[in-house]
């Protein structure tokens, strides 16, 4: 016979912990992706030179990685390109020990 303990729903803890690595797992994935977009989006903007009384300089440098950064970011954000789902997948496929 089945302990009545079994037939219980899954405890509220266990729910959350669950819930957590998801969310984790899809911080993870979509902050990959930003990275890889930015990493592919560096060499675009590298080639464009500032001209003019206020393009040029070490800060102009400085400005144009964080400005990629930040597009890539919100690239990332409003859906990206894909690479994030498949992310996702590959890390929970890890996680549950299946590949």
């Given at each position: 016979?089945?302990p009545?303990?079994?037939?219980a729903?899954?405890a509220?803890?266990?729910?959350?912990?669950?819930?957590?690595?998801?969310?984790?797992?899809?911080a993870?994935a979509?902050e990959?992706?930003?990275v890889?977009?930015?990493?592919?989006l560096?060499p675009?903007?590298?080639?464009t030179?500032?001209e003019?009384?206020?393009?040029g300089?070490?800060g102009s440098?400085?400005w144009r990685?964080?400005l990629t950064?930040e597009?890539?970011k919100?690239?990332?954000a409003?859906?990206?390109?894909?690479?994030?789902?498949h992310?996702?997948?590959?890390?929970?496929?890890?996680?549950e020990?299946r590949?």
């Amino acid at each position: 016979m089945l302990p009545l303990a079994a037939l219980a729903p899954a405890a509220p803890a266990a729910l959350s912990v669950a819930g957590d690595i998801h969310t984790k797992a899809r911080a993870a994935a979509k902050e990959f992706e930003a990275v890889f977009l930015n990493v592919m989006l560096q060499p675009m903007f590298s080639a464009t030179k500032s001209e003019g009384p206020f393009g040029g300089g070490p800060g102009s440098e400085v400005w144009r990685s964080l400005l990629t950064d930040e597009y890539a970011k919100t690239f990332a954000a409003s859906g990206g390109i894909g690479i994030a789902d498949h992310v996702y997948r590959a890390l929970i496929a890890a996680q549950e020990g299946r590949s």
